[in-house]
């Protein structure tokens, strides 16, 4: 009798004990989950860019009917063919993702004046070009600054860092071994004012990246014959 009245005390302290350590568990499974789903929250929330017809200080990156990139500073220069999926570079602002850009659809202003915005993944508004891309046309031009007394011939290769053919242009002079300076138009707003002054200067229309400064020689696009004439290589 004795032996069984000193085992109900143990029993019940053995129940009480998982019951509380089942609830501990469960308490912080729930603080978990309320954790992630605020967080996820904070991510979906990320402010987008305001982008209204006097929009300044972001650019502005369309894609033609053959694939090209095109950089505009304004949404009046984009053109209204190409307007449905158009990348916007915010110098002030991020996506959640570090693999997502933002586009805009610049075909109907909202009623408050403002163009819609999203976030889409780099790769697949890279896949929007990748899908219209045919043989390029490139173009070399006369540019009004040209760099004089440079022993070696000077490079500067403005471009993005998405962008396929500014990495191939510069692997090409790399291998060359001729002295280069790339210029990222995206996240340098001094490099794309001065890449549009330039092709301002040559009478030339924002066009495709890179646009490559040989020589004082502007370039649209990259193309090796093209390259190798404007450096006498």
Same mark, same amino acid.
């Given at each position: 009798?004795?032996?069984?009245?000193? =085992?109900?005390?143990?029993?019940?302290?053995?129940?009480?004990?998982?019951?509380?350590?089942?609830?501990?568990? =469960?308490?912080?499974?729930?603080?978990?989950?309320?954790?992630?789903?605020?967080?996820?929250?904070?991510?979906?929330?990320?402010?987008?860019?305001?982008?209204?017809?006097?929009?300044?200080?972001?650019?502005?990156?369309?894609?033609?009917?053959?694939?090209?990139?095109?950089?505009?500073?304004?949404?009046?220069?984009?053109?209204?063919?190409?307007?449905?999926?158009?990348? +916007?570079?915010?110098?002030?602002?991020?996506?959640?993702?570090?693999?997502?850009?933002? +586009?805009?659809? =610049?075909?109907?202003?909202?009623?408050?004046?403002? #163009?819609?915005?999203?976030?889409?993944?780099?790769?697949?508004?890279?896949?929007?070009?990748?899908?219209?891309?045919?043989?390029?046309?490139?173009?070399?031009?006369?540019?009004?600054?040209?760099?004089?007394?440079?022993?070696?011939?000077? +490079?500067?290769? #403005?471009?993005?860092?998405?962008?396929?053919?500014?990495?191939?242009?510069?692997? #090409?002079?790399?291998?060359?071994?001729?002295?280069?300076?790339?210029?990222?138009?995206?996240?340098?707003?001094?490099?794309?004012?001065?890449?549009?002054?330039?092709?301002?200067?040559?009478?030339?229309?924002?066009?495709?990246?890179?646009?490559?400064?040989?020589?004082?020689?502007?370039?649209?696009?990259?193309?090796?014959?093209?390259?190798?004439?404007?450096?006498?290589?």
């Amino acid at each position: 009798m004795h032996r069984r009245a000193c =085992l109900k005390p143990v029993a019940g302290a053995f129940s009480v004990s998982v019951s509380s350590l089942f609830r501990l568990l =469960l308490c912080v499974l729930l603080v978990t989950l309320v954790a992630c789903k605020s967080r996820a929250t904070v991510e979906e929330s990320s402010p987008l860019p305001v982008i209204t017809n006097e929009s300044t200080d972001l650019l502005f990156t369309w894609i033609d009917d053959k694939g090209e990139f095109h950089v505009e500073p304004k949404v009046a220069a984009v053109p209204e063919p190409s307007r449905e999926f158009v990348r +916007v570079a915010d110098p002030v602002k991020d996506p959640a993702k570090l693999d997502d850009v933002f +586009v805009a659809d =610049l075909r109907t202003v909202g009623p408050d004046g403002r #163009y819609p915005v999203k976030t889409m993944a780099r790769t697949e508004f890279e896949k929007l070009a990748v899908e219209r891309r045919t043989n390029k046309k490139l173009e070399a031009r006369p540019a009004a600054s040209v760099l004089p007394g440079a022993e070696r011939p000077t +490079v500067i290769i #403005y471009g993005a860092s998405w962008c396929g053919p500014c990495h191939q242009a510069a692997a #090409y002079l790399k291998a060359h071994h001729v002295q280069f300076v790339e210029k990222d138009i995206e996240s340098d707003s001094g490099a794309a004012r001065e890449m549009h002054a330039k092709l301002e200067a040559a009478g030339m229309r924002g066009g495709s990246i890179p646009i490559i400064d040989v020589k004082g020689k502007l370039m649209v696009g990259f193309d090796e014959r093209a390259m190798d004439r404007a450096l006498k290589l």
